[in-house]
């Protein structure tokens, strides 16, 4: 299980507030991902990087930030542009940004809305 | 983009017997398929995979499938025990992106 840690466990956003998921590896990955689960539903990939200092759009990518500055952290930060940011939240990194390789998911931050 | 689809969304079979779940992808530059397991409230974890050169693979009671010319892959559980009772999606792998099937709920009656 170690290896991919975020926080917090619990998140509660307020309406008009901005909110910073934290996401850090130290598996030496280069690929990080930020994917976003609603209830009996499966995983929409939100944002990705492949390199420190690059990240691509996902599927759902609307009210989302995020950034790579260093190559073990990759922050999503929810803006108030995201309307319905109720979600369970999940980081993971895979060993290359070649492909082949599976992901390794953090324990997932779980957003709630006040 | 890629398209990957599963089924069934659930699945309920009894303990000792097998369980199969099947997914389609639509780019055939898909080249690697990982599945998952994620079990209430927790992470998913990966439990077995493929590659597009490989055309079957297994790991004890799990087996994965692969038919590149039809676009689909499987999951095979054999024997099974109330512990496999979880969700379980299936992935492709398309340039480093991973497309992931909506999931399958297995549930293991002992």
Redesign the interface.
Known sequence: DGGITQSPKYLFRKEGQNVTLSCEQNLNHDAMYWYRQDPGQGLRLIYYSQIVNDFQKGDIAEGYSVSREKKESFPLTVTSAQKNPTAFYLCASSPTSGGGHGQYFGPGTRLLVL | ?ENVE?HPSTLSVQEGDSAVIKCTYSDSAS??F?W?KQELG?????II?I?SNVGEKKDQRIAVTLNKTAKHFSLHITETQPEDSAVY?CAA?N?????????TKLNVKP
């Open positions: 983009g599963q080249n690697y990982p998952y927790k992470r998913p974890q990966l995979d590659r999606f792998d340039f480093n992106k991973f497309y992931f099937g909506s999931g």
